[in-house]
């Protein structure tokens, strides 16, 4: 079978990017998979796995580049998609479009969209009011939310209705799509997990109590990550844990309206504002004593960040949010509510003083985990591609 992917790869900014180097390097053990992707993309190659550098954030290269993929040899074209389809929202929209004119021009693959996200009214609101830096009565938030939300709704209907299946990573999600479509729209609805980053040496890390007063943060350095909230909970907890540290880990990004988020380090704070390998972020996770993911966004989503330190047995502290929605209070994490820095203090503290409570977390955790390694996840792509697709 020949399988050709439309997605971001490293060092493209996005978890998208990232999600998708692990799951083709995997896929490309079972099938041989052509991937259309940024100019930049920098990865290394494994056998049966041919990558095309096509793109840049633009709407002429969206274009051009879904209907390449249709002239390519393969039995079916999947496309990773997230807000910014090919780093434009327009893109997004006009996918319905561009697979309209792929088939128009005679197209037969089978076409499979990975719907990484969706939107619902309240959280495009609560992005706009909280997150971005766009300023307007609540009247004119509500107008442009809700004109928003339903051209987007009906740009994901009428993908469906052009695609042969539409991948989603959990029922949450699913369930709040479902909303919108029609019976036989949802028939084309199908849950596969986001995998599970799996540590080199797993044995070293499984059980491994935390040694160190060191809370880390991993992901892009984003307003809507929580990391103002973060950084007050932390000098709260340093009263009574005083050589108490923070470690932010990701790089600085900033999209469209969106504030920008500026950490200043100093001796209780440092930063590493660059890209890493997953070596460097494998030994900076081993040293951490508690992980945490303070985000304050409302969208429905799941957290790559979330799925990259699963697997490390280090309890973990997120917010009560959409895409953290699999996650238990006080049995595999710690949830607090979004911005509240004093509550996050609190636990910090506690996961610190209270050893059991920490490898509590941190085993059931892992247990969560640990059946969604990337390889397992590659494989239930690559059963539902063979089915679609009807090769043998």
Known sequence: MRVIAITPLPPYPSGLAYYSLYLYRGLSKL??????????????MPKNLRLIKCFTPS??????????????????VHIQVEYRFIGKMLNFLLLPLLLLLAK????????????????TQESIQYWLKEISAFKASK???????????????????????????????????????????????????KVIPHGVYHPPSIKSFKNSPPNRHLVMFFG???????????????????????????????????????????????????????????????????????????YNDRFYEVSGSLHRVALFSKPIICTKIPRFYELSHMDNAVLIEPGDFKQLAKYIVNLFMDKELSRRISKNLFKKFSDRTWDKIAYMHYKLFLEISEVK
């Open 104 to 119: 128009m021009l005679g197209a037969k693959k089978k076409v499979i969209i990975t719907l990484h996200g969706i939107l």
């Open 220 to 294: 892009f350095i984003r307003h809507s990550k929580g990391l103002h909230t973060l950084i007050k909970a932390i000098k709260i907890a340093r009263k009574k844990i005083p050589n108490l540290r923070l470690l932010i880990v990701g790089r600085t990004l900033k999209r469209g309206w969106e504030k920008p988020s500026i950490i200043h380090p100093n001796k209780i704070l440092t930063v590493i504002d660059e890209e890493i390998s997953d070596e460097q972020v494998d030994k900076l996770i081993k040293q951490t004593s508690i992980i945490a993911l303070p």
């Open 59 to 76: 709407i002429k290269s969206a274009i051009k580049t879904v209907l390449e993929a249709f002239k390519l040899q393969g039995e079916l």
């Open 31 to 44: 099938c041989n998979v052509t991937i259309l992707s940024n100019v930049d993309a920098n990865i290394t």
């Open 139 to 189: 009247i004119i938030t509500f107008a442009i939310s809700s004109l928003v939300f339903y051209i987007w709704i009906l740009s994901v209907m009428l993908t469906i209705l052009l695609s042969d299946k539409v991948i989603v990573h959990n029922a949450y999600i699913k369930r709040r799509l479902e909303f919108f479509l029609t019976p036989k729209m949802r028939e084309k609805l």
